[in-house]
Each structure stands twice: as C-alpha cells, then as structure tokens.
C-alpha cells in the first residue's frame, strides 16, 4: 500500500513534470515564432511595401520634371507616359494623371479620359490628399478607394511648382499616379515571405475605420504581431501571425498524447533541449543595433543579398564622428553613447530610417537606392547641422564627417566596392580637416 501510494505520488509529480514541458515548451515556440514573424514584417515594411510605394510614385516626379522642363506646359502627354512606365516597369501602376490648377486635364490612357475636368478638390477620397500636398509640398497618398469590383484605387499625388527667372515658387498643379491595390499587393508577393506566416495589411484611418489592402485569412488573427510604418500623410500596419495557429491543432494533439503517457517525457526533454538551442542561436540573430536602433551589419548583409543580381543606382554616405575617443576620454562613454543615440536619431530623420545602418564603433552608413545624386549631396550637406549634442543639461559639440559614393550597382561585389570608395573620400574628408563630406561632384 504505501509502495503504491508512493508510486501514486511519483506518478503524479511525473505527469505534473510532462505538463510543465510542456507549457514551457509551447511558451517557447510562441515566442521563438512571434519574434520570427516579428523580423519579417519589419523587412517586408520598410523594403518591400515601402520601396513599391516609392516606385510606383516614381512617374510622378518624372512628369515633374518634364513638367518644369517645358516651362508649365505639357507636351505629348500620351507618347511620352507610355514611355515612361516602359523606362520604369511599373505593371501595377493603373494610369497617369497632369491636373494643372487642380483640375485634371490630362490621362493616360485614354479609357481615363472621364476623369478629364474632375477638380480634385471636390472629390471627398481626394481632397484631403491633395490640399495637403498642396500646401505642404509633399507627396501624398489617398485613403483607398473602394471600386465596384470590389478593389481598392490608391492615388499618389505629387505637387508641381514652378520656378521663376529670380527662382521664386508658384504652383503649378499636380502630377499623380493611380494604381490598384490588387495589383500592387500582388506585385509584393507576401506568399512568398520566408516564415509561415497568415498576412493582414491595411491603413489605419480612425474616422472612416481600417481599409484592408490584403489579407490571406479571413477570420480573425489570434495575437497577432503587429508593425506601424508611416507612409505619406499616413499609417499602415502590417499584422502576421504564424501558419496555423502560434501552437497548431496537430501540435496540441501530439502534446496531449505526450501528457497521456510518461514514457515519452525523456523525448520531450530531448526536444525541449533542441528548442532552447534553437531559441539561444534565434536571439543572437538581430536586425537592431541596441544602442541606437539602426539597422545593423547583419541587415546590411541581407540587403545585399536581396540585392544581388538587381539592377540599382546606389548611393553611399560613410560617416563617423569627429574626434569620437577624446568625447569618451573627456566626458566618459555615457556621453559617448549618448552621442552616438542622437546622432543616429538625426541621420535617420535626414536620410529615412530604413537607409541608416551603424556599420561599428562610430561609423554609419547610409545607403540611399535609386535616389539623384543631387538629393543624396543635399541630404549630405545637412550633416554639418548636428554639431552638438545636450547631455544631462551640459552641452557638448560634435560634428561629423563623411564620405559619398555612388554608382550603378549589380551585384554584392559592387555594393562592397561602393562601401570601400565611400570609405575613401571619408579618410580625405579626415585628412582635409573633418567636418566635412567629401565625395562625386553633385
């Protein structure tokens, strides 16, 4: 009686043991795949949501230019469109608008040509959208426009301004570029991210409520991971949640089974071993610099890879800080570190967030995709602007120095090769006496 009552209570201790693996081990995997899915939204925002954005805008700025070329006139709108989305390859873009004044006078192609004489402004999806960038000289994009479809029509609206002889501004109109959602999602190819993932994106809209742009489940996420990334005059979010479930019906049957039978408690150790493994090599791997929330070189590896056989004009901009050791020596490494946290937070609100890397040490890099030479100096030239920095009510100066490169790029050999010019005219900008960037006439 008492060896049963004994095996009773080992029974009982053995069983309560396979559930706590368990538990721990569904804990685990949750966060093991949460943090997962969590990186790959990060990437799919910031590179591949927001770089189509910014290409499908493209043709904008184009016309743009063509626009203040011809002094205010638009000339062979149809030819020259066609043109352009052959040059840039933007199958999801659905046509190009000119609306001198505000009001739609040009189309491509002709099936738009109802919307010839439509005053933007009068249109409620677009008059939020285009006073804004009116008035604040920014590209915008539309709320979605349902369609009868069922799709969605988003409207990137750029603003025109013309210059004078004495190089005063007067607005022109607009330049825009329509496309369909379905097409644009479907141009990101979220099917085919790296994780298991269940996808839901949509732009957040307090008053009319969340437009869905994509989602391929139709019930609702359990717990899902959640990432904010702005877009022009708004926000997106781009929700996921592990295939199936975070614990799937098939993985919540076999740990019944296990909790059934104790002999199967030394395989769940096993496994539960191989999981803490696996958990402890996951969170060596980090996109996120710690101190300063750049990207890192481990990010900037895997942008090269992604950008390994692409066709891309690149632009480098190598940086470090001036005399960065004496400011440890004289006002110690917290004011070191706070040095470097301020001066990543301004090189990311100069060149975007997702171009800023902290190569090491002091050394950033800023690496700018097909963006003009003469924007990339211009952003360079605000550089000298951060030239001090206030640390527990003490000011201290600093200022920067750096390096630019730019090129047409391929292949990962010539995006090294562009780090190590950019390197080279960041030891000139050193040698001609610091505080200064030094790089490719703009």
């Given amino acids: 009686m008492k060896r049963f009552h004994l095996f009773r209570i080992n029974l009982v201790f053995m069983i309560a043991g396979v559930l706590a693996v368990v538990a721990l081990i569904n804990v685990s995997v949750m966060r093991s795949r949460r943090s997962m899915v969590q990186v790959e939204l990060e990437t799919v925002a910031n590179y591949q949501i927001s770089s189509k954005m910014k290409s499908a805008a493209f043709p904008a700025v184009v016309w743009d230019n063509l626009i203040q070329a011809d002094d205010g006139e638009v000339k062979d709108y149809l030819n020259r469109s066609e043109q352009i989305l052959k040059d840039y390859g933007n199958d999801e873009?659905?046509?190009?608008?000119?609306?001198?004044?505000?009001?739609?006078?040009?189309?491509?192609?002709?099936?738009?040509?109802?919307?010839?004489?439509?005053?933007?402004?009068?249109?409620?999806?677009?008059?939020?959208?285009?006073?804004?960038?009116?008035?604040?000289?920014?590209?915008?994009?539309?709320?979605?426009?349902?369609?009868?479809?069922?799709?969605?029509?988003?409207?990137?609206?750029?603003?025109?301004?013309?210059?004078?002889?004495?190089?005063?501004?007067?607005?022109?109109?607009?330049?825009?570029?329509?496309?369909?959602?379905?097409?644009?999602?479907?141009?990101?190819?979220?099917?085919?991210?790296?994780?298991?993932?269940?996808?839901?994106?949509?732009?957040?809209?307090?008053?009319?409520?969340?437009?869905?742009?994509?989602?391929?489940?139709?019930?609702?996420?359990?717990?899902?991971?959640?990432?904010?990334?702005?877009?022009?005059?708004?926000?997106?979010?781009?929700?996921g949640m592990w295939e199936g479930g975070w614990i799937t019906k098939n993985e919540m049957l076999i740990e019944a089974l296990i909790c059934l039978s104790v002999i199967i408690l030394g395989v769940l150790l096993l496994m539960n071993l191989r999981i803490r493994k696996n958990m402890r090599a996951l969170s060596k791997i980090s996109y996120s610099d710690e101190l300063t929330g750049l990207y890192n070189r481990h990010m900037l590896r895997k942008v090269f890879e992604d950008l390994d056989g692409v066709q891309k004009h690149v632009a480098m901009v190598f940086v470090d800080f001036d005399h960065f050791k004496e400011i440890n020596d004289r006002e110690g490494h917290d004011a070191g570190d706070e040095v470097l946290r301020q001066?990543?937070?301004?090189?990311?609100?100069?060149?975007?967030?997702?171009?800023?890397?902290?190569?090491?040490?002091?050394?950033?890099?800023?690496?700018?995709?097909?963006?003009?030479?003469?924007?990339?100096?211009a952003k360079a030239d605000r550089l000298k602007e951060f030239h001090s920095i206030v640390f527990r009510g003490r000011r201290i100066e600093v200022s920067v120095s750096g390096g630019i490169a730019s090129a047409d790029c391929s292949s990962i050999e010539d995006l090294r090769r562009l780090i190590r010019e950019a390197d080279s005219s960041l030891y000139l900008a050193k040698e001609n006496g610091r505080d200064r960037v030094i790089g490719g006439e703009a």
């Fill in 343 to 377: 001066g990543a937070a301004f090189f990311a609100s100069q060149f975007g967030k997702e171009s800023c890397f902290r190569y090491g040490g002091d050394e950033f890099l800023m690496m700018l995709q097909d963006i003009p030479d003469e924007e990339v100096h």
């Fill in 93 to 239: 873009i659905e046509s190009l608008l000119a609306a001198p004044d505000g009001v739609i006078q040009y189309v491509y192609p002709y099936s738009f040509s109802d919307q010839i004489g439509t005053d933007l402004e009068s249109q409620p999806s677009l008059r939020e959208c285009v006073i804004r960038s009116r008035y604040t000289g920014l590209d915008t994009v539309s709320a979605p426009e349902p369609l009868e479809d069922g799709d969605h029509r988003l409207y990137f609206c750029h603003p025109v301004y013309l210059k004078d002889r004495v190089g005063k501004a007067s607005f022109w109109g607009y330049s825009i570029v329509t496309v369909r959602v379905s097409k644009l999602v479907s141009s990101l190819r979220l099917d085919e991210m790296s994780t298991r993932s269940n996808l839901k994106l949509y732009r957040m809209d307090e008053r009319s409520g969340d437009e869905i742009l994509y989602e391929d489940m139709p019930q609702k996420l359990y717990r899902p991971v959640r990432y904010y990334f702005s877009v022009p005059n708004g926000t997106m979010v781009l929700e």
